[in-house]
C-alpha cells in the first residue's frame, strides 16, 4: 500500500443553541446574555440539508464547517450563492446575527467534494502559517462568546470513552499531525512516518497520566492513524479517549481575523472531577491551538520529512523526562511550558 496522509480537515461543528448554566463548566457569564440560534437550509447537488444548530454568535465560518460535516465539501471549496452584507459576499468572519437570515433561508452552495482524502496536502501548511498566541492571547481567552462557545461543546459533544479515568492522574492531550507523525510525507506504511520513540514515550507517560488524543480532522481518520501507528491496543499503555475537530471552536482574533483552537475547557468542563488547569498538559506543534488555555500548552518540535530526520530525532524522549519531572508537583500554575527544556535540564542536575 502507498501510504500518503491527508491534510488536516477543518474542524466539524455539531451543537445546539447554548443553555448551560454557570456549573456547567465552572465558569462565569453574564446572566443577561442570550443568542438566538440560527437555522437554515442549503440546497447542493440536487438536496437539501438543513442546519438548526448555530447561533447568531457563531460565525460564516462555524456555518461552513457545519456544512462541511453533511456535504463532505470542504470550506474552502465552498461558495454560498446570496450570502451578503451590505451588498458585499460575507467573510468568513462576520456573525450569522449581522446576515439578518429568515428562519430556514435556503442558501445555494457550490463547491466540489474532496474525492481523495488520502492526497498529499498542499504547500501552504499549518506549520508555517502558525503565529505567536502571546500576541492575541489576551483578546481572546476571556472573551464571553468564546466561553460560551467551550459551554455548548461541554453539553453537545459525545465523547467516547476507550478506557475511564483513573483517579489522581494528571491528564496528557496530544495532538497527531507532526507532533505524533510526519503526516505530510509518504511513504510505504505509517510505521516509517512514525515519531522516534512514540512507544516509549506513551508508555512512559501513561504511568503519571490519562492520555487523550486530540486531532483537527475527523475520528474516521483518528482511528486510522492510531491503528496504522499501533497506539489503539498497544498493552503498555491505554488511551483514555480521542477527540476529533467537531469538540474545536473558532474564535475572532485582532490580527489574525478567524482561526480554530482547542480548547482544554471542553475536557474539564465533562471530566471536572478528574481533570483541571492544575493538573493539565497539553502537546500541540501549532501554537494557535493554545488561544483559550495558554499555561497549558507546550509547542512541541514539529517532526517533519521523517526520512531524513528519523534517526536524529528525540524530542519525545526528552519530553518523556519532563514529564516525569513535572508530575511530582502539586499542580502546573507555575510552570512555564516554552522553557521545558530549560526546567528539565535544571532539575536533572540538581
Not at 465539501?73 to 437570515?101: H, Y
Request: glycine share 4%; charged share 30%; with cysteine.
Amino acid at each position: 500500500m502507498f501510504y500518503c496522509d491527508e491534510a488536516p480537515d477543518p474542524f466539524v461543528l455539531c451543537t445546539e443553541q447554548w443553555k448551560s448554566s454557570v456549573a456547567d463548566v465552572g465558569v462565569t457569564f453574564p446572566s443577561s446574555s442570550t443568542s438566538m440560534s440560527v437555522s437554515v437550509i442549503i440546497k447542493w447537488g440536487g438536496q437539501e440539508y438543513s442546519i438548526s444548530t448555530l447561533s447568531e454568535e457563531d460565525t460564516v465560518l462555524d456555518l461552513k464547517q457545519s456544512i462541511k460535516s453533511l456535504t463532505g465539501v470542504l470550506p474552502e471549496r465552498q461558495k454560498l450563492l446570496g450570502l451578503k452584507v451590505k451588498g458585499k459576499p460575507a467573510d468568513d468572519e462576520v456573525k450569522l446575527g449581522d446576515l439578518k437570515l429568515k428562519p430556514n433561508t435556503k442558501i445555494m452552495m457550490m463547491g466540489t467534494r474532496e474525492e481523495n482524502v488520502l492526497a498529499p496536502p498542499p504547500e501552504n501548511d499549518d506549520v508555517v502559517n502558525d503565529f505567536d498566541i502571546e500576541e492575541e492571547v489576551t483578546e481572546v481567552e476571556n472573551r464571553e462568546e468564546n466561553l460560551a462557545k467551550i459551554a455548548r461543546r461541554v453539553k453537545d459533544y459525545k465523547v467516547d470513552e476507550l478506557n475511564p479515568p483513573r483517579p489522581g492522574k494528571r491528564l496528557l492531550v496530544l495532538d497527531i499531525d507532526y507532533t505524533l507523525f510526519d503526516h505530510k510525507s509518504c511513504a510505504e506504511t505509517g510505521q516509517e512516518l512514525m515519531r522516534p520513540y512514540l512507544h516509549e514515550f506513551l508508555t512512559s507517560a501513561y504511568e503519571d497520566y490519562d492520555i487523550v488524543i486530540w486531532s483537527a480532522t475527523s475520528m474516521k481518520w483518528i482511528d486510522a492513524k492510531m491503528k496504522e501507528l499501533g497506539v489503539t491496543d498497544n498493552p503498555n499503555y491505554k488511551i483514555t479517549f480521542m477527540l476529533d475537530s467537531a469538540a474545536m471552536i473558532t474564535v475572532h482574533t485582532p490580527k489574525r481575523g478567524v482561526v480554530e483552537v482547542k480548547p482544554l475547557g471542553v475536557i474539564w468542563g465533562k471530566y471536572s472531577e478528574f481533570y483541571d488547569r492544575k493538573n493539565t498538559v497539553m502537546f500541540d506543534d501549532i501554537g494557535r491551538n493554545f488561544l483559550m488555555n495558554p499555561q497549558n500548552g507546550l509547542k512541541i518540535r514539529p517532526f517533519m520529512k521523517a526520512h531524513l530526520n528519523r534517526e536524529k530525532d528525540k524530542e519525545l524522549y526528552k519530553l518523556s523526562l519532563y514529564l516525569k519531572e513535572i508530575a511530582k508537583l502539586e499542580d502546573f500554575l507555575g510552570l512555564n511550558h516554552k522553557h521545558w527544556e530549560r526546567f528539565l535540564s535544571k532539575r536533572q542536575n540538581q
